[in-house]
């Protein structure tokens, strides 16, 4: 088991599938250069168009479809196809977008407005709208897209579904819609993956929904119900989430105020950014294997300026008490890493890193540079185990410590 276990699917491929889409998303409503082109490249994935699935429906210069009805016309979602060397179609993917457009459109403001209302509708409104959702905004296109799979000899369990924000409300939608006998049923053995979703499909478990603790809009519906923590923490473990996953940011460091209410705390944790950064990170560690959805882990994302005076460390800011052992992530730069008391797994990736700790049980993997050690005390009082390699690393680049205090 690990934080991205998904029933009996090639959890990093899958989860490398889905950061491919997640990518070219941030670059086309972001504005920014994600590393889509070069993933897609590598994997064999491209964005589909209308001619490609036999589809007329409306479409956006993203290619991007655009919702069925009047209501939800502003819903956008993305269909993708993955190709092997021979050009044969191995896989497809749905991703819908979260609210907001394209980077360069000019009736973004429109968009803004009616996916604001959807979103509204769906946390004041019963369960049956944000099930009906998706059914209702692609019904058609969703038709299509299984018949252009199976056409092409695929199955549902060869679709991914994915979305982030409003696209992971997306996500939970057709799940639930689903489970209910849409599309002949064809999508029940997909995979769904929601990140930063604000809702959680209720009628079965096969969605997986991933988020950052420090990201107020994650989770802030329990189900598609507002609760009395909507507007605050709303930090209740449950059971198809990943629960204490942090991005390490400069203003997370600040304990600013995660709430729907502090705009300033959606742009530093509900953003696309943080997440692919978190994801990486999580795919490449050597202590991958040893999470799961609980485990407190805390991803260094700090600026250049904070990243030289400032300690990695678990802050526990606006959340429940974290328990069990704590997995601390570093950059591709210097970072300072500290454990705490408990029992740690520190990681330091590139860069010349200081790690320190706070007297518990630490693993330590330095990772590339010339790392340190800060003891803090005489080394005649410290217990340090020295191993060349983790035995669960394939390709160990530098000495790792264990180190007890």
């Known amino acids: 088991m690990s934080i991205f276990s998904y029933r009996d ?12 889409m997640l ?27 209308g001619n490609d699935i036999g589809f007329s429906g409306l479409s956006g210069s993203h290619d991007e479809f655009y919702g069925e009805v ?33 980077a360069d459109d000019e009736f973004g403001w429109l968009h803004m407005i009616g996916d604001g209302l959807a979103d509204i509708a769906v946390a004041l409104g019963e369960s049956g709208i944000s099930n009906g959702y998706i059914l209702t905004a692609f019904d058609n296109l969703l038709t299509r897209v299984a018949e252009f799979a199976q056409e ?40 769904y993956i929601a990140t930063a979703s604000p809702t959680q499909n209720q009628l079965d478990d096969k969605v997986l929904n991933l988020g950052l603790e420090n990201d107020p809009v994650y989770r802030v519906l329990e189900g598609d119900n507002i609760t009395n923590d909507t507007l605050i923490a709303h930090d209740k473990p449950l059971d198809t989430c990943a629960n204490n996953l942090v991005a390490f940011n400069d203003f997370y460091t600040s304990n600013p105020l995660l709430s729907l209410l502090n705009i300033a705390s959606w742009a530093n944790g509900h953003g696309m950014d943080w997440y692919i950064n978190a994801f990486e990170k999580l795919l490449n560690s050597a202590f991958y294997e040893m999470t799961n959805l609980n485990s407190t882990i ?64 630490n ?18 009082k410290t217990s340090i185990a020295r191993r060349a390699a983790l035995p669960l690393l394939k390709e160990p680049t530098a000495a790792s410590r264990c180190c007890r205090m």
């Not at 998303?25 to 994600?34: A, D, F, Q």
């Not at 979305?163 to 849409?182: E, L, R, T």
């Not at 330590?364 to 340190?372: F, L, V």
Request: charged share 20%.
């Open 298 to 361: 805390i991803t260094a994302q700090l600026s250049d300026e904070m990243r030289e005076t400032t300690w990695v460390e678990d802050l526990n800011y606006n959340a429940l008490a974290h328990t069990g052992p704590t997995f601390i992530l570093g950059s591709d730069k210097a970072d300072l890493i500290a454990g705490g008391r408990g029992i740690d797994y520190l990681e330091g990736f590139g860069g010349d890193d200081i790690f320190r700790d706070a007297g518990g049980f």
């Open 9 to 20: 699917f090639d959890e990093k491929t899958l989860m490398e599938d889905t950061l491919v």
């Open 70 to 102: 009047l209501a939800l016309l502003t819903s956008q979602v993305n269909i993708m196809g993955k190709y092997d060397e021979g050009g044969k179609l191995t896989g497809v993917g749905i991703y819908f977008w979260g609210t907001g457009a394209a």
């Open 363 to 380: 693993i330590i993997r330095g990772g590339e540079g010339q790392d340190q050690f800060d003891l803090q005390g005489e080394i005649s």
């Open 23 to 49: 990518k070219y998303i941030n670059e086309t409503c972001g504005g920014v250069e994600s590393g889509f082109q070069q993933a897609a490249e590598e994997s064999g994935w491209k964005v589909l168009n």
């Open 152 to 191: 092409n000899g695929l199955t549902g369990r060869d679709v991914l579904i994915s979305g982030h924000s409003m696209g992971g409300m997306g996500v939970n939608s057709m799940a639930s819609a689903s489970s209910q006998g849409a599309w002949g049923g064809f999508y029940e053995d997909s995979a």
